[in-house]
């Protein structure tokens, strides 16, 4: 019987030190959900939303907005 009892407390102790099994698994994790948010937020700045474009006409049509100073936000790095 002292034998079994040993084993057990040697098993008990060894389950115990499973390492950063834990810690690793929610920061790996968090890892994964801040780059889906970071790439989330710097792809939304590249998106094109061509609804405007659609209510005023191709833009350069001579409306409010055309002419060289028409529309700017969309033509500021070109």
């Known amino acids: 019987m002292p034998d079994?009892?040993?084993t057990a407390a040697?098993?008990?102790a060894a389950a115990a030190q499973q390492g950063p099994?834990?810690?690793?698994r929610?920061?790996?994790?968090?890892?994964?959900?801040?780059?889906?948010?970071?790439?989330?937020?710097?792809l939304r700045g590249?998106?094109?939303d061509?609804?405007?474009?659609?209510?005023?006409?191709?833009?350069?049509?001579?409306g409010s907005e055309g002419g060289p100073d028409?529309?700017?936000?969309?033509d500021a790095s070109a």
């Open 70 to 74: 028409g529309n700017t936000d969309r």
């Open 4 to 6: 079994t009892v040993d």
């Open 10 to 12: 040697a098993l008990l």
């Open 50 to 62: 061509d609804s405007a474009d659609a209510r005023t006409g191709d833009g350069a049509g001579g």
């Open 26 to 42: 929610i920061v790996l994790l968090v890892s994964i959900v801040g780059g889906a948010l970071l790439a989330w937020f710097l």
């Open 21 to 24: 099994g834990d810690t690793l």
């Open 46 to 48: 590249y998106r094109t």
